[in-house]
C-alpha cells in the first residue's frame, strides 16, 4: 500500500537534508511502528507525506498503492484516503471542530462521487465517534483545536481518521502528552480502525504506545534513514537498551 524508494528530502527554505535514502514498505492490513531518536527525521517523514510544501523531495519516490503520489497536492491525498495525525496539530480559529468536519468529510464524499452527508446522519456518525472516545459534544462547538489540551488535541485528530475512514494512517508521536487513560481511548480508537484494507503507521519515540497498539511490523528511523526493521519485539528491545547499540550496529 505504501513504498518508499531511496526517499531523500530537504528543508526547501535552507535546503538541508533530513530524510537521506529512507525506504520502507507497508502492506494493506499491517501496522507498522517507526521510531527513533529525537531529531531522526520521524515529523518530517509525516510532512513529506502528507505535501507540506515547505519540504522538497530530492530524489526517490512514495507509491501509494503503486503510483507516484510525489505530484499530488495534499488535497488530493487527503481525497486518496491518505490521512496524516500531526504531533503537533494546527489550531484554526474562527472555525468550530463540528464545521470543520463536516467539510472535511464532505469533501472526502465528494472525491468518491458521494452526496454530502444529511445533517442528521452527520451528527448522529459524529455523536458516535465522539463518544467512543470520551470527548464532550461541547467541545465540537469549539474553534478545532485553539485552546485544546494536548490530550483532546490527540482526541480530535483520531476522531477526524475515524470518521473520514481513510486507507492509509500515519499518526506522528500521537502518545505525547496523554496521561495512560487518554492514552487507552487513543489506542483502542486506532485499534478499531485495524482492517485488512488500511495500513497504519504508528509514529513513537516510546514503546508505550506499542503495548497498547501491537504493531506487525517495527522500524528504527535515524538521521533520515531506516537503520533497522524487526518485528515488536524490536520494540522491546529499544526499550530495554536505548537507540545506542542499533545505531552502533547501522553504523
Ligand atoms: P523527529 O520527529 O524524529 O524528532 P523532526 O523530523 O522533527 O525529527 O526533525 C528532524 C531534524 O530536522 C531536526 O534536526 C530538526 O531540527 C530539523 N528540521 C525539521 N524541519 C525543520 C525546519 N522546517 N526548519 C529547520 N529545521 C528543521
Ligand atoms: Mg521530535
Ligand atoms: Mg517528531
Known sequence: MLE???????IAEDGTEIIRGLNLTVKKGEVAAIMG????????????????????????????NG???LEMDPAERAAAGIFLAFQY??????????????VAINAQRKARDEEPLKIPELLKRVKEAAGSLN???????????????????KRAEI??????????????ETDSGLDIDALKIVADGVNALRSPDRAIVVITHYQRLLEYIVPDSVHVLYRGQVIKSGDKSLAVELEENGYAGIIEEAA
Open 37 to 64: 531518536p529525537n531529531g531522526s527525521g520521524k515529523s518530517t517523514l509525516s510532512y513529506v507525506l502528507a505535501g507540506r510544501e515547505d519540504y522538497e523531495v530530492t530524489e526517490g519516490d512514495i507509491l501509494y
Open 135 to 153: 470527548m464532550d459534544m461541547a467541545m465540537l462547538k469549539r474553534p478545532l483545536n485553539v485552546g485544546f489540551s494536548g490530550g483532546e488535541k
Open 159 to 172: 476522531l477526524q481518521m475515524k470518521l473520514l475512514e481513510p486507507k492509509l494512517c500515519v499518526l506522528d
Open 89 to 102: 496539530p494546527m489550531e484554526i480559529p474562527g472555525v468550530a471542530t463540528m464545521e470543520f468536519l463536516k
Open 67 to 69: 503510483h507516484s503520489i
Open 4 to 10: 518508499i524508494r531511496n526517499l531523500h528530502a530537504r
